[in-house]
């Protein structure tokens, strides 16, 4: 799949969410890892992060200067129309930026729900539902980011 700027952005959040929880675990006293293993993987993630910034950059430099973006037609068929498009209708990138960000935030703490172990199966498959919900959310706040985009494009035109 061609990357699109939303799919860039998606990548980055989820990306600073982890900096961030891998932060928290340096601090913590209970952590899985030692410090010195989660400095490392911090310098990965931040090497990642540095090369999917300049991924983005390059992204909108090529897409301004041939006037188009990316667009990827989606083939999803697993969530039922109705989810679809469920989320708050806006003109600004910046707050698609935000709620895609904020969808990535939930997804993670959902994710780590359903990683219980201390719950049944009917808890987990509860969750599971809801991240269904929330994923489609994200899928569609990463297709605004994208339509949104376009748009700035054709009107620089």
């Keep these: 799949m061609a990357e ?3 799919s860039l952005i998606d990548k980055l959040t989820i990306k600073d969410i982890r900096e961030f929880h891998i932060n928290q ?3 913590s006293k209970d952590a899985k890892f030692t410090r ?8 990965v993630l931040l090497r990642q992060k540095n090369a999917l910034k300049a991924e983005i950059d390059e992204f909108v430099r090529t897409a301004t200067a041939r006037g188009s973006t990316v667009k990827d037609e989606k ?3 697993y969530n039922p129309a109705k989810d679809i498009g ?9 707050e698609a930026i935000s709620g895609l960000a904020m ?6 703490h959902l994710e780590d729900e359903a990683r219980r172990a201390d719950v049944g199966l009917d808890f987990i498959g509860r969750i599971k539902k809801k991240i269904d ?10 297709d605004r980011i994208d339509e949104l985009f376009d748009e700035r494009i054709r009107e620089a035109r």
């Design 4 to 6: 699109t700027l939303g």
């Design 25 to 27: 675990m340096i601090e």
């Design 36 to 43: 010195k293993e989660l400095k490392a993987k911090r310098a």
């Design 75 to 77: 083939l999803k068929l």
């Design 86 to 94: 469920r989320i708050p209708r806006t003109d600004r990138l910046g």
């Design 103 to 108: 969808k990535n935030l939930q997804l993670w």
């Design 133 to 142: 919900l929330v994923n489609q959310q994200r899928n569609d706040y990463i």
